[in-house]
């Protein structure tokens, strides 16, 4: 499912109009860099030093050395005074172009920046649940880079075809030993007996900025929230699912292929407190 239209409403690059990169942007060329993407409601970008502060912990694990925190902030600000009452803001750094041909960097490359803007319609109402189903793709185990948003997202592009041709929401992906990792684009988490529980993203996966603000919250209701490896057996077996991103916010899970589930009142209770949050 598409969240936002494809009208693009602006592009900058390094701080300037622009439509492209040059063509040995290491971003371009190996996914060297990392995204972020942000919903952007009456001008304001949702949970945004939440999201800044997850690419600078990107950068610093791929040993990008960027230091341009302070013009970003100023492009993101600029851009978002364009923006209309709901949008949707994609910020990329990439490592920069190559200073010689190969994989291994030179260490002298200067960080591309690149913002830009989109229009975003509203999404139809998610109260009632989601359908996903299963994805035949499993999400490969790469400790070092778990938990980042790099720009290598070819598993989540397969996923998300089959999500698509299955008319679902999203797909779940699995790692190779059936331990259950997200969504395409989503974090997923379990209820069981009052207890949430979500994945651990320490070989693999995304650590999603909604995904944090749940567990941070959860913490603030009062309620149980373990990371932990799951299966599809303990999926099946809980009473409550639910997903989440930072443009969705958190979304009941109605069925995972022909499993349905019951619907209560915990997701919609989280839903209903986060979103006041930030805004």
């Known amino acids: 499912m598409s969240t936002a239209q494809n ?8 701080g300037q109009p622009a439509d492209n990169v040059p063509a040995d942007d290491r971003g371009l060329a190996y996914g060297d860099g990392l995204f972020e993407t942000l919903l952007v409601r009456g001008k304001r970008p949702r949970f945004l030093d939440a999201h800044l502060a997850r690419l600078q912990s990107g950068c610093a694990r791929l040993r990008i050395p960027f230091s341009s925190a302070r013009e970003l902030r100023a492009e993101i600000d600029a851009a ?32 591309r920046r690149v913002v830009s803007l989109w229009k975003a319609s509203p999404l ?17 185990d790469q400790p070092a880079l778990a938990g ?3 720009l290598n997202r070819l598993e ?37 007996s009052g207890v949430v529980r979500t994945p651990r993203v320490d070989k693999a996966g995304v650590a999603g ?23 599809l057996e303990d999926l099946f077996a809980a009473d409550e699912a639910f997903i989440t991103n930072a443009r969705i ?6 069925r995972v292929g022909e499993h349905a589930f019951r619907m209560n009142e915990l997701a919609q209770r989280l839903a209903a407190h986060i979103e006041p949050l930030d805004a």
Not at 164 to 190: K, P, T, Y
């Open 7 to 14: 009208e693009s409403l602006g592009t900058w690059v390094d």
């Open 80 to 111: 978002v005074a364009l923006a209309p009452p709901l949008a949707v803001l994609k910020i990329i750094v990439t490592r920069g172009s190559a200073l010689r041909r190969g994989y291994a960097a030179d260490g002298a490359e200067i960080p």
């Open 124 to 140: 139809p109402s998610l109260t009632d649940g989601v359908a996903l189903v299963r994805a035949s793709i499993r999400v490969a």
């Open 148 to 150: 980042i948003k790099h």
């Open 156 to 192: 989540n592009v397969l996923a998300a075809q089959e999500a698509r041709a299955a008319d679902a929401f999203d797909a779940l992906m699995l790692g190779a030993d059936d331990r259950l990792v997200s969504g395409a684009m989503s974090n997923l988490f379990l209820v069981k």
């Open 209 to 231: 900025v909604m995904r944090g603000i749940v567990i941070r919250e959860c913490a603030a209701l009062g309620l149980e929230l373990v990371e932990q490896r799951l299966t």
């Open 249 to 254: 916010g958190v979304v009941p899970v109605r």
